[in-house]
């Protein structure tokens, strides 16, 4: 997914991501060395060139991805999810590798709505940057 993402994005000023990299979510503008929430997202996409850093990334990245394993699931369905919610990321997607489906989570205003879930077969877009899309016949997320 990241490989077919960063090619899309060539020459565009839209940055892809891969973990390990640190996103520190600040509560307000407190400062660095103040920000309690840091996260990991498996694979992220940030539109605003302002927030990157030597650190890694201050704030909100536009699209998160998360792949589900079965040590993680419950995390990233729960406290991250929520975490990215009250951040403000744009849209989550929940990658289950082994249920072959995707739950896609968009922000509208500062909630998510609810998921819409696809099977990991064809292509899906990312419904914030639709320039973006997964072709799922050269892509299988493994756990």
């Known amino acids: 997914m990241y490989r077919q993402i960063a090619t899309a994005l060539?020459?565009?000023?839209?940055?892809?991501?891969i973990a390990p990299v640190d996103v520190r979510l600040p509560a307000r503008d407190e400062a660095d060395e103040?920000?309690?929430t840091v996260v990991q997202p498996d694979v992220f996409v940030v539109c605003d060139p302002a927030k990157l850093d030597v650190r890694g990334v201050r704030g909100a990245p536009d699209w998160v991805i998360e792949i589900l394993s079965p040590s993680t699931a419950g995390h990233d369905?729960?406290?991250?999810l929520t975490t990215y919610e009250r951040a403000g990321v744009r849209e989550v997607w929940l990658v289950h590798p082994t249920d072959q489906t995707v739950?896609?989570?968009?922000l509208v205003g500062d909630v998510f709505?609810?998921?819409?879930?696809?099977?990991?077969?064809g292509t899906l877009a990312s419904t914030i940057?639709?320039?973006?899309?997964?072709?799922?016949?050269?892509?299988r997320p493994s756990v």
Do not use: C, H, N
Request: proline fraction near 5%; aromatic fraction near 12%.
């Open 113 to 121: 709505g609810r998921a819409a879930i696809y099977e990991m077969q």
């Open 10 to 17: 060539l020459g565009k000023r839209y940055r892809p991501f």
């Open 34 to 36: 103040l920000v309690s």
């Open 103 to 106: 739950m896609v989570y968009t």
């Open 129 to 139: 940057l639709p320039e973006l899309t997964i072709d799922w016949s050269t892509t």
């Open 77 to 80: 369905q729960t406290i991250k």
